[in-house]
Protein backbone atom coordinates (compact mmCIF):
# COMPACT_ATOMS: atom_id res chain seq x y z
CA UNK A 1 0.00 0.00 0.00
CA UNK A 2 1.35 3.50 -0.98
CA UNK A 3 2.08 6.22 1.64
CA UNK A 4 -0.10 8.74 1.32
CA UNK A 5 2.74 10.82 3.17
CA UNK A 6 5.80 9.94 1.00
CA UNK A 7 4.58 7.96 -1.48
CA UNK A 8 6.78 5.32 -0.76
CA UNK A 9 5.36 1.88 -2.15
CA UNK A 10 5.72 -0.26 0.98
CA UNK A 11 4.15 -0.37 4.34
CA UNK A 12 3.69 -2.43 6.95
CA UNK A 13 0.34 -4.03 8.73
CA UNK A 14 0.30 -3.52 12.06
CA UNK A 15 -2.96 -4.06 13.51
CA UNK A 16 -6.10 -5.16 11.49
CA UNK A 17 -9.52 -5.62 13.11
CA UNK A 18 -13.37 -5.86 11.82
CA UNK A 19 -15.48 -2.84 11.27
CA UNK A 20 -18.70 -1.94 9.89
CA UNK A 21 -20.37 -5.04 11.64
CA UNK A 22 -18.14 -7.28 10.04
CA UNK A 23 -18.65 -6.05 6.36
CA UNK A 24 -15.01 -4.30 6.05
CA UNK A 25 -11.43 -4.79 7.79
CA UNK A 26 -9.95 -1.56 9.01
CA UNK A 27 -5.96 -2.09 8.93
CA UNK A 28 -3.13 0.01 10.55
CA UNK A 29 -0.37 0.51 8.64
CA UNK A 30 3.45 2.12 9.22
CA UNK A 31 5.37 3.39 6.13
CA UNK A 32 8.65 1.62 5.87
CA UNK A 33 10.47 4.65 4.47
CA UNK A 34 8.73 7.70 6.68
CA UNK A 35 7.10 5.79 9.56
CA UNK A 36 4.25 8.06 9.50
CA UNK A 37 0.96 5.59 10.63
CA UNK A 38 -2.30 5.60 8.26
CA UNK A 39 -5.49 3.27 7.98
CA UNK A 40 -6.71 1.56 5.38
CA UNK A 41 -10.16 0.32 4.90
CA UNK A 42 -10.97 -3.45 2.84
CA UNK A 43 -14.80 -3.86 1.88
CA UNK A 44 -15.72 -7.23 -0.04
CA UNK A 45 -17.37 -6.29 -3.31
CA UNK A 46 -18.89 -8.86 -5.23
CA UNK A 47 -19.60 -7.59 -8.81
CA UNK A 48 -19.24 -3.75 -9.95
CA UNK A 49 -22.54 -2.31 -9.82
CA UNK A 50 -23.71 -0.21 -12.70
CA UNK A 51 -26.51 2.35 -12.23
CA UNK A 52 -29.22 2.79 -14.86
CA UNK A 53 -30.63 6.39 -13.92
CA UNK A 54 -34.53 7.17 -14.98
CA UNK A 55 -33.06 8.94 -18.58
CA UNK A 56 -30.73 5.75 -19.31
CA UNK A 57 -27.57 7.13 -18.11
CA UNK A 58 -25.63 4.73 -16.81
CA UNK A 59 -22.95 5.32 -14.23
CA UNK A 60 -20.74 3.48 -11.85
CA UNK A 61 -22.37 2.65 -8.05
CA UNK A 62 -20.74 5.20 -5.38
CA UNK A 63 -21.03 4.00 -2.29
CA UNK A 64 -19.97 7.66 -1.12
CA UNK A 65 -23.14 9.38 -2.79
CA UNK A 66 -25.31 7.35 -1.24
CA UNK A 67 -24.03 7.86 1.99
CA UNK A 68 -24.13 11.27 1.60
CA UNK A 69 -27.95 11.07 0.50
CA UNK A 70 -28.68 9.42 3.40
CA UNK A 71 -27.24 11.30 5.50
CA UNK A 72 -28.58 14.81 4.28
CA UNK A 73 -32.11 13.30 5.10
CA UNK A 74 -30.93 12.16 8.35
CA UNK A 75 -29.33 15.97 9.69
CA UNK A 76 -29.97 16.64 13.03
CA UNK A 77 -31.98 13.68 13.77
CA UNK A 78 -30.82 10.69 16.76
CA UNK A 79 -29.23 8.87 14.05
CA UNK A 80 -25.99 7.30 14.95
CA UNK A 81 -23.57 7.54 11.89
CA UNK A 82 -22.90 3.57 12.73
CA UNK A 83 -26.53 3.47 11.58
CA UNK A 84 -26.59 4.80 8.39
CA UNK A 85 -23.21 3.02 7.75
CA UNK A 86 -25.09 -0.14 8.62
CA UNK A 87 -28.06 1.05 6.00
CA UNK A 88 -25.72 1.95 3.18
CA UNK A 89 -24.02 -1.52 3.76
CA UNK A 90 -26.93 -3.50 3.63
CA UNK A 91 -28.20 -2.12 0.53
CA UNK A 92 -25.02 -2.22 -1.29
CA UNK A 93 -25.10 -6.54 -0.37
CA UNK A 94 -28.55 -6.82 -1.34
CA UNK A 95 -28.51 -4.76 -4.47
CA UNK A 96 -24.93 -7.26 -5.17
CA UNK A 97 -26.34 -9.95 -4.26
CA UNK A 98 -29.26 -9.46 -6.49
CA UNK A 99 -27.24 -11.43 -9.13
CA UNK A 100 -27.81 -8.47 -11.61
CA UNK A 101 -24.68 -5.94 -12.60
CA UNK A 102 -26.72 -3.02 -13.64
CA UNK A 103 -29.62 -2.02 -11.06
CA UNK A 104 -32.36 0.91 -11.53
CA UNK A 105 -31.72 4.22 -9.33
CA UNK A 106 -35.44 3.68 -8.37
CA UNK A 107 -34.50 0.30 -7.13
CA UNK A 108 -31.83 1.83 -4.65
CA UNK A 109 -33.94 5.00 -3.69
CA UNK A 110 -37.34 2.06 -2.71
CA UNK A 111 -34.05 0.58 -0.52
CA UNK A 112 -33.72 3.61 0.69
CA UNK A 113 -36.74 4.70 1.26
CA UNK A 114 -37.12 1.29 3.08
CA UNK A 115 -34.16 1.46 5.45
CA UNK A 116 -34.74 5.07 6.62
CA UNK A 117 -38.39 4.06 7.39
CA UNK A 118 -37.56 1.88 9.84
CA UNK A 119 -34.98 4.13 10.99
CA UNK A 120 -36.56 7.90 11.57
CA UNK A 121 -40.01 8.78 10.13
CA UNK A 122 -38.46 12.80 9.55
CA UNK A 123 -35.65 11.85 7.34
CA UNK A 124 -37.91 9.03 5.85
CA UNK A 125 -40.13 12.17 4.61
CA UNK A 126 -36.85 14.53 3.90
CA UNK A 127 -36.09 11.70 1.71
CA UNK A 128 -38.82 11.22 -0.23
CA UNK A 129 -39.48 14.60 -0.86
CA UNK A 130 -36.28 14.67 -2.71
CA UNK A 131 -36.53 11.45 -4.16
CA UNK A 132 -40.40 11.48 -5.28
CA UNK A 133 -39.89 15.35 -6.21
CA UNK A 134 -42.14 16.98 -3.69
CA UNK A 135 -43.52 20.67 -5.61
CA UNK A 136 -45.83 21.67 -2.86
CA UNK A 137 -46.68 21.30 0.53
CA UNK A 138 -49.73 20.28 -0.10
CA UNK A 139 -47.69 17.18 -1.49
CA UNK A 140 -45.57 16.43 2.20
CA UNK A 141 -49.14 16.84 3.90
CA UNK A 142 -50.63 13.77 1.54
CA UNK A 143 -47.17 11.92 2.18
CA UNK A 144 -46.80 12.39 5.96
CA UNK A 145 -50.25 11.33 6.16
CA UNK A 146 -49.38 8.11 4.43
CA UNK A 147 -46.63 7.22 6.97
CA UNK A 148 -47.35 5.81 10.17
Excluded: W
Excluded at 62 to 71: C, H, V, W
Excluded at 120 to 147: C, H, M, N, Q, T
Amino acid sequence: MRCPFCGHNDSQVKDSRPADDGSAIRRRRQCEDCGARFSTFERVQLRELTVVKKDGVRQAFDRQKLERAISTAARKRPIAPEQIERLVSRIQRALETSGESEVSATRIGEEVMAGLQRLDSVAYIRFASVYKDFREAKDFEDFAGSVE
